[in-house]
């Protein structure tokens, strides 16, 4: 049985930084693992995703620059450092893994967690 746990998510004044983390249980080691986000009245939005080698990431163009997602493959974990955090990146986040082929789409994603939340006052 597969179980993701994701942690870290607090609240923070813009400028500061956040690290999440996503523990996973069970036959996820050989997935890709991503994370998405969902803002208050807003449709969930892909964030960040990586390899199961940790060989490739990818991002969304809203976040370049200032999100870092890697993988602890002995750990069974991801993570998503996040810098200059911004009022507009208050969300829930989540961590998924994927079974699908499209690293951007969440139908693709069959694992979720329970996500975590980041508030950031300005």
């Known amino acids: 049985q597969v179980r993701m746990v994701e942690s870290g998510g607090g609240a923070v004044q813009a400028g500061g930084s956040l690290r999440l983390s996503c523990a996973a249980s069970?036959?996820?080691?050989?997935?890709?693992r991503a994370w998405f986000r969902q803002a208050p009245g807003k449709e969930r939005e892909f964030v960040a995703a990586i390899s199961w080698s940790g060989g490739r990431t990818y991002y969304a163009d809203s976040i370049k620059g200032r999100f870092t997602i890697s993988r602890d493959r002995v750990k069974n974990t991801v993570y998503l450092q996040i810098n200059n955090l911004k009022s507009e990146d208050t969300a829930v986040y989540c961590c998924?893994?994927?079974?699908?082929?499209?690293?951007?789409?969440?139908?693709?994603?069959?694992?979720w967690g329970q996500g975590t939340q980041v508030t950031v006052s300005s």
């Open positions: 069970g036959a996820v080691s050989n997935y890709g």
């Open positions: 998924a893994a994927r079974t699908g082929n499209d690293v951007y789409y969440d139908g693709d994603y069959d694992y």
